[in-house]
């Protein structure tokens, strides 16, 4: 059997694995009830124009610090501004942030770890660079970037990609270095098969699961790590919706309208959370060390 076919084997195999995941998963009430909401949650994210009841800017100086009501579900900010709206269009701008970060981030950490583990060569410069950006916290990068060219959500951006390629890096270093000492890529070397070929279609695709799972649990600590350079005042500036810019708006009135600022962190609380236990549960479908 010709190493192309022994690959093939090998990634044809994980896929057939990967086509039950889902059906496992919905076995898993937990799993399930989490898919469910986080698919509600980005439903509603895309379609924020449409299900919006109120326009999410429009000011109203007669509805000011309103509660919770039959007409604004969620109440009226500082301003007498809709919360529910807010909230809506809030939630885009936070998952757009958590998923540019994650998939940048992944991209660049699963080329940089899977570079590492193919080329002996590269993997000690590659590994010493990932320590660097280790040791710089995404806090401080971005307090770093909003200092040298502004607040804004290209700041919270480039800190949350730093702030998630090392780790990527780390777990698709750990992943491909079990592939590498796998028979078919020995083999591929030996009757010279290209290098982007074993690269990519034998050592990647036998890593993208677990860096699939890894990402997925790291989507809920970056949604917070946004959400707290919103909170810091580092992210989208007013009147933009964001989650973390919302709550901490309402901190300054917390004792006369506590629902401006507990609705928008109730809302990042459900959307980490979520993440966390649908990445909990494909970790255990998918991590066959967990199956034994």
Request: aromatic share 8%; hydrophobic share 55%; proline share 4%.
């Amino acid at each position: 059997m010709s190493v192309e076919a022994i690959g093939s084997a090998v990634v044809d195999s994980a896929a057939v694995g990967r086509s039950h995941v889902l059906r496992r998963l919905m076995r898993d009430k937990v799993a399930a009830t989490a898919t469910v909401v986080l698919s509600l949650i980005v439903l509603g994210a895309i379609f924020a124009p449409l299900i919006s009841p109120y326009d999410p800017y429009f000011t109203d100086l007669t509805i000011v610090m309103q509660p919770p009501s039959a007409e604004h579900w969620f109440g009226t900010d500082n301003t007498g501004r809709d919360i529910l709206s807010r909230v809506i269009y809030g939630t885009r701008n936070t998952l757009m942030l958590g998923l540019i970060g994650v998939l940048v981030g992944g991209l660049l950490g699963g080329f940089l770890g899977i570079l590492a583990a193919f080329y002996p060569r590269l993997d000690g410069w590659i590994m010493r660079l990932v320590d660097v950006m280790l040791a710089f916290p995404a806090i401080l990068i971005g307090l770093a970037v909003a200092a040298i060219f502004g607040a804004g959500l290209a700041a919270v951006v480039i800190a949350l990609v730093v702030a998630t390629v090392p780790d990527v890096a780390r777990v698709a270093r750990g992943a491909a270095v079990g592939v590498m000492s796998q028979e078919f890529m020995e083999a591929g070397r030996a009757v010279g098969v290209t290098d982007s070929t074993l690269i990519w279609r034998y050592l990647t695709l036998n890593c993208i699961s677990t860096i699939f799972v890894f990402l997925t649990l790291r989507f809920g600590q970056i949604i917070l790590i946004g959400s707290a350079l919103g909170f810091l005042g580092m992210g989208a500036q007013p009147p933009t919706a964001e989650l973390g810019m919302m709550a901490a708006q309402g901190r300054d009135f917390l004792f006369m309208a506590p629902h401006i600022a507990t609705i928008p962190s109730l809302a990042i609380f459900v959307i980490v959370l979520a993440a966390n236990l649908l990445g909990d549960a494909l970790r255990d479908v998918l991590d066959p060390r967990l199956q034994q």
